[in-house]
């Protein structure tokens, strides 16, 4: 079959949408090949229609009041379609990108649209077929949905960057061997099944052993640069998590939200002096401050929270805390380290940033009004024997009450921290197994106990 | 193919005029939902807006006026009468132009500054002006050895005027002359600005700044008063610690601006170290004699005189 002229509706040639004809891409535009209209159409292609389809690729506006609407258009194409249905050679085409298309060459369903052919009931298919469709989407994509929300403004996940440091000294000063390695590997899937679910961001920061950092004045001096520099790379994030590469997030079911910030007043405490291990004067006696740098509880306000850690035996404990994007942030950012302080007391900082932010905030009173204590176990649970030897509740993981995160600190300090990794990972995917899996369980528990079985732990 | 069958133009009317009048009607339930779905975006959008606004703004010192001066005395040095003449200064200053005046005795703050040298007291006297006075807008620390030369000019027509600072800032300047590496901000803006302060020929000068209330001035005045630093032996003391700070810590500098020294603190003739066009001239705001009180063979209350009757006579016939 030839063409007079160029079935292109454009002026010019070429068609209107790549990859609406079959066998696109294979067929130059201009020169029609035969092969690609459908043979027994003696006018393939329906000119009204494709005039139709090009006025709405180019967008035009147009002021017919007839077929130009979009509804009308898919009605007049969905109609069209159905003729299909009705004769379904092998050689039709079939579009690609349908839904549908499974659904047609289904064999039950063929059937079922023999007895819709009546105009009267297209109304009744078309509401079938809409509901498939949504119950499809609801099967494939509603992970996808719910992630999306997740993250989005309204979800309020985008808001929150978790900064995982990771590679720590980079195998410069010892050697990284393979429990290392599963550490690493192990902690970061942990904290990416953790952000994803909740569309939070997930920063990897890669503490290299770099020069900058190697002079005696600044060791392990990393971390407010990366969180200043996570804090330009995430503009619209508010709330910054910083994660030892140490700990293990165990319930992926708990969003940060929900655990904290939708109720923060309720969770922390900022007179220092209801836990207060290194014996911080609180509040501030200077006769000279004003109220609020004497006040035991700040200005009372969620707001003004811009730091939330928690303190462990020894003092604070900079493992897991939460730093807010703001001017007060900035500042204690920048005042954290500085070369006349650090000159004076880096024999003294033996935990150096960890010791320079309990220096600071007992020196300088304004730092005193933002910073938020959580009880330890609420962001920072420790496994048994990292806080002293014995078994505080107030300190240690406790299982019962799902406590979000475990911390091993301290664990390359004659421990192993692999094991304990391990250990954790198994224990959360063992919390969080699936009710299905929970109703084996016990079934298998009271089987046991029917047939007499001593339980084996 | 897509258009796998022509449309059949139908020789009836009827149901062409139908479909047309269907998705007109359509059109309308389209448009409507449409509107609808929009407006309720919006309105999302902008709530969310409102709210996550509110959460990284900074409170300006909203709802303070007025403007303390304050004085420290520091009576182990100073005479008793050459004090009175100050306080006469400040409170003449003070009246005419309805400043309030904070004066503070350093003895005071003896314990605070603790084994450093006492001009460190700058600092904690300021914090303590500024929680007695919290709905105050500026604060004028103006040193016991300075007097004020011009008291018709005040401190807004001078500088906190709209506009004013633009044109007295030095942007791009080093913060420590001569030749300090950190340089002023080249593109600070006036509403960015927290602290006035001059420089003299060789170091900051804390005898003469306007610091502005809220939590800039807080941060501010804790972070040079920091026990690390007093105990450091800079060389002269918080005049040092000051230059420190403003070149180590971006955020202090960043709401900082530096005037021209003759603006806030002129030298007279006897003091050392005085910048390039920083010495006393006739219709100056201040005259510091600075180092008058601890240098050899100098004596504030025999420098003073002569100004002080030239001020007085001013201050008489305005």
């Known amino acids: 079959m030839t063409l007079s002229r160029s079935p292109s509706p454009r002026a010019g040639g070429g068609w209107s949408s790549p990859g609406l004809i079959p066998a696109s891409g294979t067929t130059s535009p201009r020169g029609a090949s035969p092969g690609s209209l459908s043979p027994g159409t003696p006018t393939g292609i329906s000119w009204a229609a494709a005039k139709a389809k090009s006025d709405e690729v180019r967008g035009y506006p147009s002021f017919q009041t007839r077929n130009s609407g979009f509804f009308s258009r898919q009605r007049h194409k969905i109609s069209t379609r159905f003729h299909s249905f009705r004769r379904p050679s092998s050689r039709e085409y079939v579009d690609k990108d349908d839904y549908g298309r499974d659904w047609k060459s289904s064999g039950g369903g063929r059937g079922l649209i023999c007895g819709l052919r009546t105009p009267i009931r297209r109304g009744r298919f078309r509401l079938l077929l809409a509901l498939l469709l949504v119950w499809i989407g609801c099967l494939f994509c509603w992970p996808t949905i719910v992630q999306t929300y997740r993250r989005s403004p309204i979800g309020g996940g985008s808001k929150f960057v978790i900064i995982l440091g990771s590679n720590v000294e980079g195998g410069v000063m010892e050697w990284k061997g393979a429990r290392e390695w599963a550490v690493e590997r192990n902690s970061i899937w942990n904290k990416k099944r953790y952000a994803k679910k909740w569309g939070y961001e997930l920063e990897l920061a890669n503490l290299l052993a770099k020069k900058r950092y190697s002079h005696e004045w600044r060791e392990s001096w990393e971390k407010g640069d990366v969180i200043r520099e996570a804090m330009r790379k995430y503009p619209d994030a508010e709330w910054f998590w910083w994660l030892d590469l140490n700990t293990w997030v165990m319930e992926y079911d708990t969003s940060l939200q929900h655990h904290l910030f939708n109720d923060l007043e309720s969770h922390v405490y900022r007179d220092i002096t209801a836990n207060n291990p290194l014996n911080i004067t609180h509040p501030l006696p200077e006769f000279w401050l004003d109220e609020l740098g004497r006040s035991l509880e700040g200005d009372g306000k969620a707001d003004s929270l811009n730091m939330l850690l928690t303190q462990d035996c020894d003092g604070f404990n900079l493992g897991s805390f939460f730093l807010r994007r703001s001017l007060w942030t900035d500042r204690l950012l920048d005042a954290w380290w500085d070369p006349v302080m650090y000159e004076q007391m880096h024999m003294k900082w033996e935990h150096k940033e960890q010791d320079a932010l309990e220096y600071i905030y007992q020196s300088q009173p304004w730092v005193r009004s933002s910073v938020g204590f959580l009880p330890q176990r609420s962001i920072n649970a420790y496994p048994p024997g990292a806080c002293d030897d014995g078994d505080d509740s107030v300190v240690h993981y406790q299982q019962d009450a799902h406590d979000l995160i475990v911390n091993m600190a301290g664990c390359m300090f004659g421990r192993d921290c692999w094991s304990e990794i391990y250990h954790y990972r198994e224990l959360s995917n063992w919390l969080a197994r699936s009710s299905w899996e929970r109703f084996r369980h016990g079934l298998g528990d009271v089987y046991d106990r029917v047939t007499g079985k001593p339980k084996d732990d | ?318």
């Open chain 2, 1 to 318: 193919m897509q258009f796998a069958l022509p449309p059949r133009r139908s020789p009836h009317p009827l149901p062409l005029s139908r479909s047309s009048r269907m998705s007109s009607y359509r059109r309308k339930q389209l448009k409507s939902v449409a509107v609808l779905a929009f407006a309720i975006l919006s309105l999302i959008y902008l709530l969310h807006y409102l709210y996550s606004s509110g959460s990284t703004s900074i409170a300006a010192p909203a709802g303070t006026t007025g403007v303390v001066l304050v004085t420290l005395l520091d009576r182990r040095r100073f005479s008793e009468s050459y004090l009175k003449k100050i306080i006469a200064n400040r409170e003449d200053y003070a009246k005419r132009h309805g400043y309030t005046n904070f004066f503070a005795s350093v003895s005071d703050y003896d314990e605070a500054v603790g084994d450093a040298p006492m001009s460190w007291a700058v600092a904690p006297a300021t914090r303590h002006a500024m929680a007695t006075h919290p709905r105050s807008a500026y604060f004028f620390h103006l040193a016991a050895n300075a007097l004020i030369m011009n008291p018709t000019k005040s401190l807004k027509s001078h500088i906190l005027e709209k506009g004013r600072l633009e044109d007295l800032m030095l942007k791009d300047v080093p913060v420590v002359p001569p030749d300090s590496i950190i340089k002023t901000f080249a593109h600070q803006k006036e509403n960015d600005v927290d602290l006035i302060i001059t420089q003299d020929g060789e170091d900051l000068n804390p005898g003469s700044f306007i610091l502005k209330n809220g939590e800039f001035a807080r941060f501010f005045l804790d972070i040079w008063f920091d026990p690390l630093y007093r105990n450091f032996n800079f060389g002269k003391a918080e005049t040092h610690g000051l230059d420190h700070i403003m070149q180590w810590h971006p955020t202090v500098l960043a709401r900082t601006a530096l005037v021209p020294q003759r603006i806030l603190g002129s030298y007279s003739h006897d003091s050392p170290g005085a910048s390039l066009d920083g010495t006393y001239k006739d219709g100056d705001l201040v005259i510091q004699f600075r180092g008058c009180e601890d240098t050899e063979g100098r004596d504030c209350a025999h420098e003073l005189e002569p100004y002080y009757k030239l001020w007085e006579k001013k201050a008489q016939s305005d």
